[in-house]
């Protein structure tokens, strides 16, 4: 639940759930949050912040930017929903790429 000065929880503003039993919080180990960042594709030390307090913030402000989920039920409802297809190639545009690079060898 979220509460007029943050989430009773998290104690941040927005309650942001990084697995079905994993909160991001105040007090979310260094270890889950490199566990995250290194399951979605980055690293940690790319979030900033130069010690666990400010590196747990600039997750926040990250998932925040990118429209994470808010809340248990919001999370888990994204967590089972059907994954998006993925466009097809452009193959035309991948050939010509390709062309052109050729040339430039």
Known sequence: AVTASGSRITGFPKEFWLT???????????GTINRFCADH???MWELGGR?????????????????????????????????????????PAMEEHKREVARTM
């Open 20 to 30: 079905p039993r994993t909160p991001l919080s105040e007090n979310t180990p260094i």
């Open 41 to 43: 594709g980055f690293k």
């Open 51 to 91: 010690n666990p307090c400010e590196q747990r913030w600039a997750l926040f402000r990250l998932l925040e930017k990118h429209r994470w989920p808010v809340g248990y039920s919001a999370y888990m409802r994204a967590l089972n929903s059907p994954r998006q297809p993925r466009p097809p190639p452009n193959l």
